[in-house]
């Protein structure tokens, strides 16, 4: 008796076992590159309408794409005023996008399914843990509950602190929202600032100095760093301090410390900029600058008057930014320590990096040096645009580099050169910012989707000569 082939099944339990969630065919990369440029798009779009705008005030689209990829970028570079062009309205959608920005679009995408109760999957753990660089996935959830957490604490007793100062300057309504906004601005290294100055009438300011200057610090260090600090405070036999945390806290001090002594002797005898000043305030100045340049965007002088050596070291200091998985942006500290530190083996004829008694493997050195090379070409690139672009005899070539750097590093200083930015130049720094934002090789590999085997290994050739 022949056996008739099983009935063939159809309809919905076929179609459930093809089709994967819409999500779940991107990869980490592909995915943190579509929510941004979403999130910028939107956002846009929201700040383009006339219900956003100050009273006899236009923004067109452009303008208001520029200043939402700002804010989502945690930038801080703009080309109208905020303080006059936006209503409150318009600078409560700019606080929102800069802390969606800081913090990340899908570890907030993961705060409202936590709050829902939805459980988060094993390939959406892998997303967040390439957003937030966390080491696993296994982590991440409590990871982003910790972070959630740990960033409304700081931010909530920031604005808190700041309001002693706003308050009598603004009064109580219009003081308190100054608080929370440059406290939100501030820790999350956004440099959007409510003044049409910035930071300026600060400069003599001891006390909204040092306060915003301990928040860029505290968001520019990293989740990571920051909780396995507290850890190993709290219990330090059970949490031990790791070799990362080392590594960007000695980064941070070495370079917090060499951008304060460059400020005080380059700008020392400026009469445009600390000249003026007695010594507490210069060296407080110094400070405040040095802490900026880590991608904050604040700043209590003005850096069109600064000397050329000054600038220099400023955009040394940009392109290195913060740390690996804070709000800041540059190449990040732990890049720069790899990238000298293999250089520096290289030449004293050692083969392999090492750091507190440890060894930096291959994959680390090379996707430091992938790092750095992709954002110095990706800058050269985009500033050899803004020359092309550029229709105005009164931009200086060293004002384009600096913006240049300034946006891909989403530091948001200037020298006095992005309002007049013509559109072409606009759109450049618009894709800078996006770019620096979510990181140059995270955007190269979210277009790459095929992972080639190495399935041949071909013989190494020794006589290619370097240097």
Not at 29 to 58: D, N, S
Not at 152 to 175: D, K, S, T, Y
Request: glycine content about 8%; proline content about 4%; charged content about 15%.
């Amino acid at each position: 008796m022949a056996l008739s082939p099983p009935p063939r099944t159809s309809g919905p339990a076929t179609t459930a076992r093809v089709r994967r969630p819409l999500l779940a065919r991107f990869s980490p990369p592909q995915l943190i590159a579509l929510t941004f440029a979403l999130g910028l798009l939107v956002g846009g779009l929201i700040l383009a309408l006339p219900v956003m705008h100050g009273e006899g005030r236009r923004v067109s689209f452009l303008q208001a794409l520029f200043t939402a990829t700002s804010a989502l970028c945690v930038t801080g570079l703009n080309v109208i005023d905020p303080s006059r062009d936006f209503n409150r309205l318009g600078q409560v959608v700019i606080l929102l996008l800069i802390q969606v920005g800081g913090v990340g679009i899908l570890t907030f995408g993961t705060l409202f399914a936590l709050l829902t109760r939805r459980r988060v999957n094993y390939s959406e753990r892998i997303r967040l843990a390439q957003q937030v660089s966390a080491f696993s996935a296994g982590d991440v959830v409590p990871l982003i509950r910790n972070i959630f957490l740990y960033t409304f604490i700081i931010e909530a007793v920031g604005a808190v602190l700041l309001a002693f100062r706003f308050v009598p300057l603004e009064g109580w309504g219009q003081g308190l929202f100054y608080a929370l906004f440059h406290s939100v601005s501030a820790f999350n290294n956004a440099g959007f600032a409510l003044y049409s100055d910035n930071y300026v009438r600060f400069v003599g300011d001891d006390f909204v100095s040092l306060v915003t200057a301990l928040l860029i610090i505290l968001g520019g260090t990293g989740f990571l760093v920051q909780l396995n600090v507290v850890a190993h405070l709290l219990n330090p036999r059970r949490n031990r301090l790791l070799v990362h945390s080392k590594l960007v806290l000695t980064m941070m001090g070495v370079l917090l410390l060499v951008g304060t002594l460059s400020y005080l002797a380059l700008e020392w005898d400026n009469p445009k900029t600390l000249a003026p000043l007695a010594f507490g305030d210069k060296l407080l100045a110094s400070f405040f600058q040095s802490v900026v340049t880590r991608t904050a965007g604040y700043n209590t002088l003005d850096y069109g008057a600064m000397e050329l050596a000054t600038l220099f070291i400023t955009i040394i200091l940009m392109f290195i930014g913060a740390n690996p998985g804070s709000t800041g942006g540059g190449i990040k500290t732990s890049t720069f320590y790899v990238m000298m530190a293999s250089a520096w083996s290289m030449v004293r004829g050692r083969g392999e990096v090492t750091l507190f008694n440890r060894r930096i493997d291959r994959e680390t050195v090379i996707r430091a040096m992938t790092v750095g090379l992709l954002s110095i070409g990706l800058v050269n690139l985009m500033f050899i645009l803004l020359l092309v672009f550029n229709s105005r005899a009164d931009i200086l070539f060293v004002q384009l580099f600096f913006e240049s750097v300034s946006a891909f590093a989403t530091v948001g200083l200037s020298m006095n050169a992005t309002p007049l930015l013509n559109p072409a130049q606009q759109i450049v720094i618009i894709l800078l910012m996006y770019l620096g934002r979510i990181g140059p090789l995270t955007f190269a590999v979210a277009f790459n989707s095929r992972e080639e085997a190495d399935l041949v290994k071909y013989p190494a050739e020794k006589d290619i000569l370097i240097g």
